[in-house]
């Protein structure tokens, strides 16, 4: 019978990783991902899961470590937060073109200087570009739920990608959510064992990554790009699964909340959506035409269901938590990415970004309200002044 | 399963470091999920993990179909729990209580805090001695504040929150589950709602900590021009119930007690002209002493003697170290 | 459940003659005419045999080999970053831990060898190599130590000895001697300081047999081993390719490299000279040596002379370092 | 979909097969400019001609009881004449030889 439990997205990453019987798990602490190891070494410790427990002595080893271990055969995890995710940064590439499809729990942290606890989704952000697959959660059960989701598809031969699976730091790892575990059988039928085309075993002797010519480089980048181009396919399929299976109704890659006659709508993903999720019900009630649209995957960009789901909205605002400083709006990357998935469109909305939640500060709901006045001027005066407003820092529109 | 006013109820734990309070919230939070029907949520906020700093714990419980729609600390909660009598001195402890709400705070039954006065007049103010209790049946405050918590609060189901307490402990400390059990409920029955205490008109004004630094103000790269700037820092709240009093008389000036003092807190001046010492101890300011008795300890002429801490006592004996600086 | 323990016991070589026959490292690589390790890594493989799997941390025994989608190892191989080596052959050692006991894999626990550089082993993979040695990983960690950052084009690393001229320490009027600094010391590295660590020796490519005897003891030993093995660099150090070996003997006949074996706590010598010939022998067969003068040789003779009084004796640099120049 | 020439195929994930005996692909006997020469008569099968070999070049021929170097990749950098230790190799020019063949491809 599946059992209720009340886990904060940390213990709830930690008791997926523990149902898909991860093999070699590396750890090393950094705030606030560290609860998800230490959750598992109790696992391990109390035999509740085989599986080897490697202290790491740093991030870029972490994912060597997992690396190694995913190459010779074994379900592999990692994480980390904030500049733990950037030291590792030599070994995505390699991770990703070597088509090991290890999984790294994120738990979102502000990047140095100064020191910060506080979550942003810069750390992961600024690494989306390698060929990994990543997204954000919402709350813990979604957190759970991720982790298996992008091991079976990152696991599929026709994908074969390493998966950064995201939760911001506190809102999500830290605030204890209703999370329901399901059967033991349900994943295991869900998702199937372990299997590498190519592992490293003397039985079958290979040799992984040797040099190449430069006109081959092209090819293998193509290679990459390839199973990125296949990945949305494979991960409709992987979700209606996983919806039959476990009786959710996720969709593939973006969630629509109380958008239909709807004007304009918050774009956003991670803990904030859960408050912007009230300030929209808030607004509708006091007859304020606005709906709101959730991301669940970065990458692989969904393109087409961006474009389908924001052309019906006269403006749009593009929640960011993330920085991309000198960037073409001044802002963070998601409006970049929003923007070019509307660029064909005949008719296209307005768009802007509102910077808010960083630093790992609360986005309260007034700012949600003062972001939906901005965007019902931009209606009426038929255009954005700014591609960018920092809430709260604003001096006046 | 109703909550009191309809569509919320929020708890605000105030507390130090290592006295429960993070877990009493996760207990309360569960219990009111899973057992009772309500929707909630828990969370606590507190520096990076050192033992005596501030822990806020905060619970919010709703009506099952109404979901949580923020992760906000509690600004304006119905229930105050205050874990330790030295938070009383900080007037961010009462910050946001409505004129109806209550106010919950251990200590033992001696006379009542001047600072209780900041409270609305028709708020409930109990008095629990969770440390005495607690002591008593080998069990810690957040068991009996727990249990003082669902008696003053009747739509908590004590027998619920009880099983969620023990269920946390019956897989590690399974002897600890009858000693929680019985301070749990002696915290339900014995604490005393006092009268007459809070002079204050109306709701509290909720206290949101503005920020010191602004865009224009921030100095670059977050760089701290002034070093050493943790001068203007109180950490007396860390202390937990005694202070190190200072005895002129034994005292041999020898400074053991500044070798052994990890947080500068003993004052110099130079001694009198032509007497046996070039410096001369003059006492301690406690803004900067945490308690830790390691001047007690090393004192060879018992000039330090740990004393039990009564409100103002810290006050009265300070001597201040950056008279120029802080007042 | 099978026991994810290592029971081989490959048995040592008395003889040249014995060697072994089977090549697992094959001709066919883009290493230099005459390359020492590249000769070292022909007599490791063939010490290990077929059930191996070798790690290439980036370095020449990595880019020279295997190049353009074909390379000489008919073991599995894989390549790593330069910094990690030991890290991924930690996560390999673990992932054979755990299929085994699980039954995914059946059979003997395999040699993981790390085939890493100088730089690779003790700059910046030194991180990685300390941590798998401190974890107890079943693994060979092997530091082919050409004393240079060759695949680059021979750069300074920190195992090139004093006065050695490189493309970053080029010899000029202001500093007549090239390289300034003394160079670290890997085995007293590892021994200095890893508890799970039972066995670490020295080797050269001028007696092979002594090579493949160190390998297997290593490999026979269940827990973390390290060898550091002399390996002559004939574009590195400028000598003729036809003399790698000659070099690597004169290098231990003058002291410059010193074979032993540390086990537990015990330090065996092996070709250690009666009477240690001067260093001056050594340097004159190489063009990396030509610059210095009588004092600079001096300086690196006192050095040498400290050094050969026995492993593990601590070697302080005959001149005060450099002052960082503000 | 991809147009990718033939000659410039990738295997998934840059994973390649590993050789058997030899790496053809990477042909280095067109390196050399002296090949060495044995002279059987001198030969006492010590072997140093094999163990010193980087390239793996001289192996014995158990049949004909002789050495016999792999001329596809010798690169001619003459250790085994050193370390012979009967002085039964000497070096001979290679383009002295009808088949003897020096740098004509490119090798990369």
């Known amino acids: 019978m599946p059992k209720e439990m009340m886990l904060s997205g940390c213990a709830a990453s930690a008791q997926a990783a523990k149902m898909a019987q991860v093999e070699v798990i590396c750890s090393y602490p950094i705030r606030p991902y560290t609860a998800i190891m230490m959750e598992l070494a109790k696992m391990v410790a109390n035999g509740e899961l085989d599986a080897e427990f490697v202290h790491g002595e740093g991030e870029h080893a972490q994912l060597s470590v997992v690396l190694g271990a995913a190459a010779a055969g074994a379900r592999a995890l990692t994480g980390s937060s904030g500049v733990g995710v950037t030291y590792a940064f030599e070994t995505y590439s390699p991770i990703a073109g070597g088509r090991i499809p290890l999984q790294m729990m994120i738990a979102d942290r502000a990047l140095d200087p100064p020191g910060d606890f506080g979550s942003e989704h810069t750390d992961a952000m600024s690494c989306r570009d390698q060929g990994w697959l990543m997204g954000w959660a919402e ?43 399901p059967e033991q059988s349900q994943v295991d039928e869900f998702l199937p064992p372990y299997n590498l085309p190519h592992p490293l075993d003397p039985k079958r002797p290979v040799s992984h990554g040797p040099q190449i010519r430069p006109d081959q480089g092209t090819i293998m980048d193509l290679q990459r790009a390839q199973a990125m181009l296949d990945a949305p396919a494979v991960i409709r399929e992987v979700i209606d699964d996983y919806n039959r299976i476990f009786g959710r109704n996720y969709s593939p890659f973006v969630e629509e909340y109380m958008t239909d006659d709807a004007e304009m709508a918050f774009f956003i993903m991670g803990a904030h959506t859960m408050t912007a999720r009230h300030a929209v019900r808030h607004l509708r009630s006091q007859g304020v035409k606005i709906g709101l649209v959730k991301l669940r995957f970065v990458r692989p960009w969904p393109t087409q269901d961006v474009a389908e789901a924001l052309s019906k909205f006269k403006a749009v605002g593009v929640v960011e938590t993330s920085t991309s400083y000198g960037g073409a709006a001044r802002g963070g990357n998601l409006l970049h990415e929003v923007r070019s998935s509307l660029y064909e469109l005949p008719q296209r909305p307005l768009t802007t970004s509102f910077m808010a939640g960083l630093g790992g500060e609360m986005v309260p709901l007034k700012d949600f309200y003062y972001m939906a006045d901005i965007l019902s001027k931009a209606i009426k005066a038929g255009k954005t002044n700014k591609t960018v407003y920092w809430v709260g820092f604003e001096a006046e529109d | ?51 005596g700093s501030l822990v806020r714990s905060y619970v919010r419980l709703l009506p099952a179909e109404q979901p949580i729609r923020t992760s906000a600390p509690v600004e304006t909660p119905d229930a105050i729990v205050v874990f330790h009598a030295a938070l009383l001195k900080n007037p961010a402890t009462f910050a946001g209580l409505p004129r109806d709400g209550t106010f919950i705070y251990n200590a033992p039954p001696r006379s009542i805090p001047e600072e209780l006065a900041a409270l609305p007049g028709t708020a409930r103010i109990i008095r629990v001695d969770a440390l005495g209790i607690a002591v008593k049946e080998k069990s810690r405050p957040n068991a009996v504040l727990l249990g003082t918590l669902c008696g003053a609060f009747p739509f908590l189901d004590a027998e619920k929150v009880l099983e969620a307490l023990s269920e946390g402990f019956a897989g590690k400390r399974p002897e600890a589950v009858a000693s929680n059990e ?5 915290g339900a029955a014995e604490f005393e709602i006092l009268k007459g205490v809070g002079r204050a008109e109306g709701d509290l004004p909720a206290a949101r900590a503005e920020p010191a630094w602004g865009y224009e103000t921030q100095p670059i790269g977050g760089i701290v021009p002034n070093a050493g700037n943790t001068v203007w820092n109180d950490v007396s709240a860390a202390r937990t119930g005694s202070l190190p009093v200072f005895n002129r008389q034994n005292c041999i000036h020898c400074a053991l007690c500044d070798l052994v003092c990890p947080d500068l807190c003993l004052v110099w001046e130079d001694g009198e002209k032509g007497g046996r010492f070039e410096r001369e101890l003059t006492g301690v300011d406690y803004r900067y002493c945490k308690g830790c008795m390691r001047c007690v300890e090393t004192c060879p002429a018992s000039a330090m003697t740990k004393k039990a801490e009564t409100p103002g006592l810290a006050e009265r004996l300070r001597v201040p170290l950056f008279p120029d600086l802080v007042e | 459940m099978a026991v994810a323990i290592k029971t081989q016991n490959l048995a040592p070589v008395k003889l040249i003659r014995n060697v072994p026959k089977e090549e697992y490292y094959v001709p066919g690589h883009r290493t230099c005419a005459g390359c020492g390790p590249a000769l070292q890594y022909k007599l490791v493989a063939k010490a290990a045999g ?10 020449c025994m990595y880019v020279a080999n295997a190049s353009y989608l074909c390379t000489p190892y008919t073991v599995p191989w894989m390549h790593t970053q330069i910094t990690n080596g030991g890290a991924v052959a930690s996560g390999i050692e673990a992932a054979y831990k755990v299929l085994l006991r699980k039954g995914k894999r059946e059979g003997e626990f395999p040699n993981i060898i790390v085939m890493a550089g100088d730089g690779g082993s003790v700059d910046i993979g030194l991180q990685a190599m300390s941590a798998m040695m401190y974890r107890g990983h079943d693994a060979l960690f092997i530091c082919y130590d050409n004393e240079a950052y060759t695949n680059t084009g021979i750069q300074t690393s920190p195992t090139t000895p004093y006065g050695s001229n490189t493309t970053f320490t080029p010899p000029g009027p202001a500093i007549p001697e090239g390289k300034t600094t003394f160079p670290k010391d890997p085995p007293q590295l590892v021994i200095g300081g890893h508890p799970a660590v039972k066995y670490v020796a020295t080797a050269s490519v001028a007696y092979p047999v002594d090579l493949i005897n160190k390998v297997r003891k290593a490999l026979n030993v269940v827990g973390p081993t390290f060898l550091h093995i002399h390996s002559p660099c004939p574009k590195g150090w400028k000598f003729d390719a036809s003399k790698t070996i000659e070099v690597a003997r004169l290098a231990i006949e003058t002291g410059m490299w010193n074979m032993y074996e540390w086990e537990s706590g015990e330090y065996r010598y092996q070709f250690r000279p009666k009477k240690y010939k001067p260093v001056r022998e050594y340097l004159k067969l190489q063009g990396r040596f030509t610059h210095l003068s009588d004092a600079h040789i001096a300086k690196l003779q006192a050095f040498v002379d400290a050094k050969v009084k026995g492993p593990g004796i601590p070697v302080q640099a005959p001149v005060p370092t450099p002052p960082a120049v503000h | 979909m991809f147009i990718i020439p033939k000659d410039k195929e990738v295997p998934l994930g840059c994973v390649t097969p590993a050789p058997v005996g030899e790496q053809p692909m990477m042909i280095t006997g067109n390196w050399r400019e002296y090949r060495p020469v044995l002279e059987p008569e001198k030969c006492d099968l010590c072997m140093n001609c094999v163990v010193f070999c980087p390239d793996a070049c001289f192996q014995l021929n158990e049949a004909e009881d002789m050495v016999v170097l792999n001329e596809k990749y010798c690169k001619g950098c003459n250790i085994c004449i050193t370390e012979c230790a009967t002085n039964a190799l000497t070096e001979a020019y290679e383009l002295d030889f009808d088949d003897g063949v020096v740098r004509l491809e490119k090798p990369f």
Not at chain 1, 139 to 156: H, K, M, T
Not at chain 2, 20 to 44: E, R
Not at chain 2, 182 to 186: D, I, L, V
């Open chain 2, 1 to 51: 399963m109703s909550l009191p006013n309809g569509n919320r109820f929020g708890i605000r734990f105030e507390s130090i470091g290592g006295l429960g309070a993070h877990a009493a919230g996760q207990v309360l939070a569960s219990a009111a999920v899973l057992k009772m029907g309500l929707n909630g949520a828990h969370f606590s906020s507190y520096g990076s993990e050192k033992k």
């Open chain 3, 50 to 59: 077929p059930n191996t799997i070798f790690l290439g941390p980036t370095g």
């Open chain 1, 139 to 181: 709350n813990p059960q979604e957190a759970f739920d991720n982790c298996l989701i992008n091991y079976r598809v990152g696991e599929d031969h026709r994908v074969l990608l390493p998966q950064f699976v995201c939760q911001d730091g506190y809102f999500v790892s830290h605030m204890p959510g209703k999370v329901v575990l």
């Open chain 2, 182 to 186: 019985s301070a749990f409920r002696r």
